[in-house]
């Protein structure tokens, strides 16, 4: 048996490429949220794949952006943090046919030394012409990426061909985390996120983006039902009226979509009560955003 390779790798990328579709393809189960809207991922979230011959910890950073407030300068913090101690990166784009003007700007802000960048083309299934030849030859002659992938994170393609490729860069070390590990959240933490992944998916404009999630309490009761009370905290009394909806059918919805989510996670039969607060301002207070979206301890 040969020796064991472990490491950090960063996955980085514009918003909305697909950087948490990728993740949940690669581990086989959903562990992090999607939605076609941008800005989706809050936190660096770790997620750890382990074989017998390696593990990789993902480390799923919010899309990069320009930011506008606070709360997208918060988020936008936490992904360039998750450069610091990584053994490689994966950067994520799709075949625009180009360098985008964004990444080349992000490009000559990268500090030195980097790690070895691995360039995974998402969406290839999307590309129209030579669009994903002309992606790779332009992110090639950027002379950032040791690798470049074609990938395809719906359906699967690539994705074998990224990881190994990806193993190929660590370093040789024993195991970080225990081999039944695949996230370093707590369950507490993913049950929030699947609520405000259907929050997202359900309301528009600016409500996903003034929306947070708190999961009060659980308790698993005599008959195996696990009961869940959860906190979607907005920031005015307008969007409580919009969360609830017309005789309270958006909440409705909501709850039972992300119940069976959860259920689905979990494996077990779930009881989940909603409740909409209001706190007026929290995407302006930075107190308040770091308690709301910040850590799970």
């Known amino acids: 048996m040969g020796s064991f390779k472990a490491g950090f790798v960063g996955v980085l990328g514009q918003t909305n490429v697909g950087k948490s579709t990728f993740l949940n393809a690669v581990m086989g189960e959903k ?16 997620c750890i794949y382990t074989t017998e011959e390696a593990q990789i910890v993902f480390v799923d950073t919010p899309g990069l952006h320009e930011p506008e407030n606070l709360l997208s300068r918060r988020i ?9 101690e990584v053994d490689v990166i994966a950067y994520m784009v799709e075949p625009w046919g180009r360098v985008t003007d964004y990444d080349k700007q992000l490009f000559d802000r990268l500090p030195e030394p980097l790690p070895p960048m691995i360039l995974l083309v998402n969406k290839v299934d999307l590309a129209k012409g030579n669009a994903l030849e002309e992606t790779l030859l332009a992110y090639d002659a950027t002379d950032k990426f040791v690798e470049l992938i074609p990938i395809c994170a719906t359906q699967g393609l690539g994705i074998a061909d990224a990881v190994n490729t990806i193993i190929s860069y660590l370093p040789e070390r024993p195991p970080l985390f225990p081999p039944d590990v695949k996230t370093d959240r707590s369950e507490e933490f993913l049950i929030a996120e699947l609520i405000r992944e259907k929050v997202f998916q359900l309301t528009y404009q600016e409500i996903p983006y003034s929306t947070a999630v708190r999961v009060k309490w659980m308790h698993e009761r005599e008959d195996g039902i696990l009961e869940i009370k959860a906190e979607i905290v907005v920031d005015r009394d307008s969007q409580k009226g919009i969360i609830i909806g017309k ?7 909501i709850g039972t979509q992300a119940r069976m989510e959860i259920e689905h996670l979990l494996g077990k039969h779930v009881f989940l009560e909603l409740r909409v607060a209001v706190r007026k301002g929290w995407t302006r207070d930075a107190a308040e955003i770091e308690r709301l979206t910040g850590k799970d301890e």
């Open 247 to 253: 005789r309270g059918n958006l909440i409705k919805k």
């Open 76 to 84: 936008l913090r936490e992904a360039f943090r998750a450069l610091r």
């Open 31 to 46: 562990l992090l949220i999607t939605s076609d809207k941008p800005q989706t991922t809050r936190n660096r979230i770790r």
